[in-house]
């Protein structure tokens, strides 16, 4: 393979570590702690409801690394690991420090990579993780050393299958690196274990570019820093490039399936003029006629001082947050799974368009029928697996756009707007989701694959690997374990009640929202862009370690 030299010279960065996981693996000792406030991994409002379906796992403690003895930490050990769900920057260092961590525990320890996602513990499709090829992927984005996939471990027979590759594999414990669906799935999968006396850890590593896995014993879900900062980085050029050549409005679309984490670190790091927040939308029951006004307004004041540019961030699970459209993508939902044969055998797109609109109810109808034709369709493609729409593949920004833009010539012809408007839209997303993982990610990630194995060597099973205080630098991070349960609580989807990890949206309490909201109005109207630049690996610490605002403002910097 052809090797850029960035990438040949980031196989040999090395991750820094907490203090406690450096030196020699038997000092890392075990602490159990009770979380504050409750005897049990209680919590959720749901906690019965949890510990009914959780009895095996339910109402463990907190786990901390401290230093002190801890022989254990030098048994042999044969790991199975998964990548499951959206590529995130850091996916390789966690699978590197789980590596290096086994092996300094016992060179005799194996590791065995699960290719594809779930599915492949499930039919036991796996690679035996070398030091060899772990060297060739440390430091480097994507997921594809053993691949990634979206399926889920949810009937009987595929629980007894994957027990089965673990049995033959003589699998000591399974780490499963993933989102909040995945971790849930951990938990389910540590609970069958547990259950029926099989002696397998399962041990969740939190991962998304959203943002969205976090609470109080996870800071942040790792990739959301490098995500933010590559489109940080795009937006800043887009920024600039409006200033100079002052003609175009960029609508840009982040990704973020449901939180609007991404839009507003983006926001906070380069000031656009507008950024929307779906979490607000939603409280303050926004209709699509109202961010179009919203827009607008920022639109005609800044024509007024001769700026007829402008960046607007649009985030990409907006639609599902706007009250209509919610209630029409899940009328929607429900169709598609009702009459899914009838609507799969109709072949052109306006008999599929007829067909959901002659059944939506009254209001949802007229709504469908007022979008353009291209949303329309994207809003009946495919589902994912998980029944949701796929929200990255409708275009929104443009949706947007068309509205704006008719909105602004009804203005101009009633003699209240006098600018004018031309366009430009992006969206991204992929760009963000393999880059080189950032200095922090690269050293959160490899911390938590050695955390995680920390936690296996240490006999644990059904915790998520936690590494904290990350606002500090690496060495005074902490390490240590939260149990899954302890983030559950129950959620109706497809019908029934099930045990899920609670996803956390934009806090309009937050420091991150209020530090936006404090600025947002003096943005829509002058041009105070704001430039971050391409991450930087080598360099001054400020440049180089620097941490989210989004970490910043929620520990309180
Ligand atoms: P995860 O939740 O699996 O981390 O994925 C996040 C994400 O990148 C979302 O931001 C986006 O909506 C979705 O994945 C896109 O999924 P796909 O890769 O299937 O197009």
């Known amino acids: ?144 050393i053993i691949g990634s996939g979206r399926d889920k471990i949810e009937t009987p027979e595929q629980f007894e299958k994957a027990a089965a590759a673990v049995r033959a594999r003589g699998l000591d414990a399974v780490v499963v690196i993933g989102g909040d669906d995945s971790n849930t799935n951990a938990a389910l999968l540590a609970e069958f274990f547990a259950g029926r006396g099989q002696n397998v850890s399962v041990i969740g590593v939190p991962k998304t570019i959203d943002g969205d896995l976090k609470n109080e014993y996870i800071e942040t879900s790792f990739g ?52 929307l927040v779906s979490e607000e939308v939603e409280a303050r029951g926004w209709t699509l006629s109202r961010i179009t006004d919203y827009i607008c307004d920022a639109v005609a004041a800044r024509a007024e001082r001769g700026e007829n540019f402008g960046v607007v961030l649009v985030p990409e699970g907006l639609v599902e947050f706007i009250p209509e459209f919610k209630v029409l993508i899940s009328e929607l939902n429900d169709l598609l799974a009702a009459e899914a044969s009838a609507f799969g055998a109709l072949g052109e797109a306006a008999a599929r368009i007829e067909f959901v609109t002659a059944r939506l109810s009254p209001d949802s109808a007229a709504l469908y029928r007022s979008l353009p034709g291209d949303i329309k369709l994207q809003l009946i493609m495919d589902r994912d697996p998980h029944g949701n ?59 938590l694959g050695f955390t995680a194995f920390a936690l296996i060597a240490s006999g644990l099973s059904g915790y998520i690997s936690s590494v904290r205080n990350l606002t500090a630098k690496a060495e005074d991070w902490t390490a240590g374990g939260a149990p899954l349960t302890m983030m559950m609580n129950l959620e109706r989807r ?59 403002l929620e520990r309180g910097r």
């Open 389 to 447: 729409v796929q929200v990255s593949r409708i275009e929104t920004e443009k949706l947007l756009i068309a509205l704006v833009e008719a909105r602004l010539a009804d203005r101009k012809a009633a003699g209240t707007y006098k600018g004018k408007f031309s366009w430009q839209n992006h969206f991204f997303g992929y760009e963000g989701r393999s880059a080189f993982p950032s200095n922090f990610d690269a050293d959160y990630c490899y911390s």
């Open 224 to 275: 959301f820093d490098t995500a933010v900062m590559t489109y940080s980085e795009l937006i800043g050029n887009i920024e600039r490039d409006a200033a100079s050549a002052r003609k175009y409005w960029h609508f840009i679309k982040l990704m973020g399936r449901s939180a609007s984490h991404i839009a507003l670190e983006c926001a906070l790091q380069c000031r656009p003029n507008i950024a």
């Open 1 to 144: 393979m052809d090797e850029s030299p960035l990438q040949k010279i980031r196989y040999e960065y090395e991750p820094k570590l907490p203090a406690i996981l450096r030196g020699s693996v038997d000092r890392i000792a075990l602490r159990l702690e009770e979380p504050a406030g409750h005897g049990t991994s209680g919590g959720s409002p749901d906690s019965e409801g949890i510990r009914a379906l959780f009895p095996h796992t339910y109402g463990k403690p907190l786990a901390r690394f401290v230093e002190g003895s801890n022989p254990g930490m030098k048994r042999r050990l044969t790991v199975g690991v998964i990548l499951s769900g959206g590529q995130a920057p850091g996916g390789h260092n966690v699978i590197a420090g789980l590596f290096d961590g086994l092996k300094k525990g016992n060179p005799e320890s194996r590791l065995i990579g699960f290719a594809g996602g779930p599915g492949g513990l499930v039919n036991d499709k796996a690679v035996e993780i070398t030091g060899d090829l772990v060297d060739r992927y440390r430091n480097t984005g994507g997921f594809d």
């Open 494 to 552: 497809h019908g029934s009640r099930k045990p899920v990890i609670r996803k956390a949206l934009v806090d309009l309490e937050g420091g991150p929202f209020k530090a936006f909201v404090a600025e947002r109005e003096d943005w829509a109207v002058r041009t105070v862009y704001r430039f971050p630049g391409a991450i930087q690996y080598f360099g001054p610490p400020e440049v180089c370690d620097s941490v989210t605002r989004t970490l910043e």
